[in-house]
């Protein structure tokens, strides 16, 4: 739909203005090119609102073409997209869209369409960054600034003239961008960012009800699973990983012991967390984690609690045993050399770096005042 919408709307612009039946097929082929490779690459973050959106938003920045110059919110229209489809990517290929289409049918000068590419790119990396905290004054003093400096290098340094409308209509602009931006921004942040973080954080609370059942019926995989996340949530904030995630990971990576049945423990996991309503990343790397097998890449995430997780396991075994306590410092190395090394290693392409892989080596060694809550 935006890309026929698109590439019918400038051949009927051009032919409207100019009477050409050449500008027609031309913007007819070059819109419907540009068009269909911005939603074609960008095809998984598309669905039918979205797509609705575009074509609505191409629709009205088309108009550009019969009013003042610089009167559209051209960046904001690139930023709600990115927004809405949770993917700069699709808001920068749009962006190319809203800009391309009025400069097409009146043949502006390059400057322009520079002009709203650039403020537009600017736009899009400021207020999506920005869109998980609810934040945006400062990205948006940020945007006014740039808007401001472009445009009087661009366009006013260029005019010997300058005329009241140079100024009114790109303030105009500026003005509706930032109205836009920071109303887009609110919105995302209370309609979706704030019930996911609420959810986020419920689920990985002690108390909650699942947790309290593996509590209740099975004490051992309820320790285990305090214990992983005890160490995957400290490692997250040690080495910048979400500690939210890493937490969930930690103490659910194998909450389908909770249910009997033929299915693998995999997908009891993911099935029990999806039918909780379970946030989507936490279900993605669970269900990683739960199919994680040699020889493919694994996240980083994923790979500290393998990692954690074999090592309070194989402790909870020793500890259990009549054996002797083991030497921690040979038993932690042993564990995790097998994860990393040997033809059937589980992580032989993991993701974590190096020097986190050491670090997390060298403190497991050294938890030995802790390791006895695993007796």
């Known amino acids: 739909m935006p890309v ?14 100019q009477q050409s039946i050449t500008g027609l097929v031309r913007n007819l082929i070059v819109m419907g090119i540009i068009s269909f490779a911005a939603v074609y690459t960008c095809n998984r973050w598309i669905n039918t609102r979205i797509a609705v ?39 920068l290929s749009c962006l190319i869209i809203f800009a391309a289409m009025p400069f097409m049918a009146v043949e502006r000068p390059f400057e322009y369409f520079l002009f709203y ?8 990396m400021l207020i999506y960054s920005r869109r998980k905290t609810g934040k945006y004054a400062d990205a ?34 500026l003005i509706l961008n930032v109205v836009i931006m920071e109303i887009a921004g609110y919105t995302h942040y209370t309609n979706v960012v704030k019930p996911e973080e609420d959810i986020y954080l419920n689920v990985v609370d002690p108390e909650y009800p699942l947790l309290i059942r593996l509590k209740n019926n099975n004490k051992r995989e309820f320790k285990r699973a305090i214990h992983t996340a005890h160490y995957t949530e400290l490692y997250a904030h040690r080495f910048g990983y979400d500690p939210v995630l890493m937490k969930g990971l930690g103490f659910y990576h194998r909450i389908g012991v909770l249910r009997e049945d ?35 890449k694994i996240s980083a995430e994923v790979s500290i609690t393998i990692i954690v997780d074999t ?13 002797k306590d083991p030497d921690l410092n040979k038993f932690v190395d042993k564990t995790i050399l097998k994860l990393f090394s040997g033809k059937d290693s589980l992580l032989k392409r993991s993701a974590i770096p190096y020097n986190d892989l050491e670090e997390i080596r060298k403190h497991l060694k050294g938890e030995k005042i802790y390791y006895d809550f695993l007796r």
């Open 4 to 17: 026929i919408v698109c590439a019918l709307v400038s051949a009927a612009e051009i032919y409207i203005l």
């Open 53 to 91: 959106l575009i074509t609505g938003l191409a629709v009205v920045a088309s108009l550009q073409a019969f009013l003042p110059d610089f009167i559209l919110p051209i960046a904001a229209f690139a930023v709600v997209i990115a927004i809405r489809s949770e993917s700069p990517f699709l808001g």
């Open 117 to 124: 590419t650039v403020t537009g790119l600017a736009a899009i």
């Open 140 to 173: 948006n003093a940020i945007f006014v600034l740039v808007y401001i400096l472009l445009y009087t290098g661009l366009i006013i340094m260029k005019r010997m003239t300058i005329t009241p409308g140079l100024i009114i209509a790109p303030a105009v602009a």
């Open 262 to 296: 033929s299915a693998s423990l995999a997908e009891r996991t993911v099935g029990i967390v999806t039918e909780e309503g379970f946030p989507e990343d936490i279900v993605k790397a669970l269900k990683e984690y739960g199919e994680a097998i040699p020889g493919e």
């Open 311 to 323: 090592v309070i396991d194989n402790l909870m075994k020793e500890f259990a045993s009549d054996r």
